[in-house]
């Protein structure tokens, strides 16, 4: 086991959704951070990490995680993160935090991720200035698309199927639709662009739904975030203006972590005097975190 310096500040934050691990270890746990490494894994390859990726990164101080991927994966993660001292805390969707009001009917069984980004897209409006209602989209395994007002209420969100789920329900509920994969077009005249073009319209017609109700009820017109492994494939087909923000849910833990451990931090000396929360610019770089 390996211990952090006393004066160590660093903290691993970890993002496990239902098809690839993402890591990144930053300098102090505050929004604005320094990203000193990270990466990311499929969920098949955990067992890799001890040994492979994390062998040489020196011992996080914290560690703290968004996991959806169920009991068997966290076991499999933390086993992997025994070589240190420190225990992964792991974000469980509370009624309020960090200025995001939890609107879901049990606020604990919203997924964590889902929280994690909506309070990292939170911090960023704020970090900004802007008081603007907030869609929040995802595309990873699946994909979810959240409303949240001015005020930072999460009024409610969607949840529906990502691209590699509806091409397999397609797939297996069909006898004629095992083709390799096509391109989006605006009128498919093939199968392969149809299927495509298909699930990419249903993505974006669900997010231009979402955005439509959320300006209606709040008659402002919202900012758009997306975000999630799969978000650069939708960018080109949203009907909706957006920002494509790589690693939201970074930005969430970071901003979870200075609630939790951010007064440590102060105290190990290692921080900057103004540990506030300041302009986000800690994202995971895309092209390095895509495999
Ligand atoms: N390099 C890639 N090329 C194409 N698609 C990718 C790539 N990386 C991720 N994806 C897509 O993104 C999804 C995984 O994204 P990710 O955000 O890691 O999901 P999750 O958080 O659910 O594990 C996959 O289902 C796949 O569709
Ligand atoms: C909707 C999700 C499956 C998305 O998972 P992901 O695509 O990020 O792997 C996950 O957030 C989840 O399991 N949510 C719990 C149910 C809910 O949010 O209502
Ligand atoms: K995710």
């Not at 009001?101 to 919203?110: F, K, T």
């Not at 911090?123 to 979810?144: D, E, K, N, Y």
């Not at 329900?169 to 199968?191: C, I, K, M, Q, Y």
């Amino acid at each position: 086991m390996t211990a952090g310096a006393p004066d160590d500040t660093t903290l691993l934050a970890l993002d496990v959704g239902n098809t690839r691990l993402k890591w990144a270890l930053y300098d102090a746990p505050r929004p604005g951070a320094r990203l000193l490494a990270h990466g990311v894994q499929f969920l098949e390859n955990i067992e890799t990490l001890a040994e492979g990726d994390w062998r040489q990164l020196r011992a996080p101080r914290w560690v703290l995680g968004s996991i959806v991927a169920g009991a068997g994966v966290r076991h499999r993660v933390e086993e992997q993160l025994e070589q240190w001292d420190a225990q992964p805390q792991w974000v469980v969707p509370r009624a309020e935090e960090a200025g995001v009001v939890n609107g879901y009917d049990h606020p604990a069984r919203l997924g964590s991720d889902r929280w994690v980004a909506m309070i990292g897209a939170r911090q960023r409006l704020l970090a900004r200035g802007q008081h603007r209602p907030c869609i929040v989209v995802m595309v990873g395994t699946a994909v979810t698309v959240e409303a949240l007002d001015a005020d930072g209420r999460f009024l409610g969100g969607i949840i529906l199927p990502g691209h590699g789920i509806m091409l397999r329900a397609l797939e297996s509920g069909t006898a004629g639709l095992h083709v390799p994969t096509g391109d989006v077009r605006p009128f498919p005249t093939n199968t392969s662009d149809a299927l495509t073009s298909g699930g990419t319209f249903a993505i974006a017609g669900a997010v231009q739904r979402m955005w439509d109700n959320l300006r209606l009820h709040t008659g402002q017109v919202p900012v758009c975030l997306m975000t999630g492994g799969a978000g650069w494939k939708m960018a080109p087909y949203l009907t909706v203006p957006f920002e494509l923000v790589e690693g939201l849910i970074f930005d969430g833990l970071l901003t979870i972590a200075a609630s939790r451990f951010g007064a440590a931090a102060r105290f190990s000396g290692a921080a900057p005097a103004s540990a506030a929360p300041a302009a986000p610019r800690s994202s995971l770089p895309s092209e390095s975190a895509r495999r």
